[in-house]
């Protein structure tokens, strides 16, 4: 079976300092991954998205994740926090077989501390 | 292009009542997925309709069904509401597929009293 696990359900951070918002996933296929943010009031937005090509990937706003095997994570970074990263951010899980289910973490709330 | 498009936003209902949302996906698209949203469970999957198929069904009960148009459009109906079923209810929509991209509508705020 699969499932998505989003380690931290709030994480506080300073103005300028480095995030990380980690995720492990869990799957018997070949996973696509992908990372969304919702900000409040506001829908879900597309941050990045894994598919088996470059395990390092670059998204919006500069973000980026990683994709390890391994580890079955595929943790959230950023180098640089700014204000207006504070959001709900959702690690996807989604499967490349006949069922085609995505699977969503519980989410992550990013607090950006001046 | 124009994106995802719910209504209405926000609705108030009482208990027992039954209620029908719309989602009208972005064109091209023949995807639909639905998700209910609340604080205590975060999102969880509803339901997927495929060129007017129910493809994926997530652990709700019978009392949430939808149906999805020839023009790709989804609706979403819930009846005898109960308070817990008090809710964002967001509407995804994509080309189809495991690895696309979903594009999310900003959602039905329902509250039921």
């Known amino acids: 079976a699969q499932s998505v696990t989003q380690l931290d359900s709030h994480v506080s951070v300073s103005e300028g300092t480095p995030v990380l918002l980690r995720c492990n996933y869990s799957?018997?296929?070949?996973?696509?991954l992908f990372w969304y943010v919702q900000h409040p009031n506001k829908g879900l937005q597309l941050l990045l998205k894994?598919?088996?090509?470059?395990?390092l990937v670059k998204g919006i706003n500069g973000f980026e994740a990683e994709f390890k095997k391994s580890e079955t994570s595929f943790h959230l970074t950023k180098p640089s926090a700014h204000m207006s990263d504070a959001a709900e951010y959702f690690c996807?899980?989604?499967?490349?077989?006949?069922?085609?289910?995505?699977?969503f973490g519980k989410g992550t709330r990013l607090h950006i501390l001046p | 292009k124009a994106g995802v498009t719910q209504t209405p936003r926000y609705l108030i209902k009482t208990r027992g009542q039954q209620v029908t949302l719309s989602c009208s996906p972005i064109?091209?698209?023949?995807?639909v997925s639905w998700y209910q949203q609340t604080p205590g469970q975060g999102l969880q999957f509803l339901f997927e309709?495929?060129?007017?198929?129910?493809?994926n069904k997530g652990n709700f009960p019978g009392r949430f069904s939808g149906r999805q148009f020839s023009n790709s459009r989804s609706e979403m109906n819930v009846s005898t509401l109960e308070l817990g079923d008090s809710a964002l209810y967001l509407c995804?929509?994509?080309?189809?597929?495991?690895?696309?991209?979903?594009?999310f509508g900003q959602g039905t705020r329902l509250t039921v009293v």
């Open positions: 996807v899980v989604s499967l490349m077989n006949r069922d085609d289910k995505i699977i």
């Open positions: 995804a929509s994509s080309f189809g597929g495991a690895n696309t991209e979903a594009f």
């Open positions: 309709y495929f060129s007017e198929t129910q493809r």
């Open positions: 894994y598919t088996s090509a470059a395990t």
């Open positions: 799957s018997s296929y070949s996973p696509s």
């Open positions: 064109s091209g698209h023949r995807s």
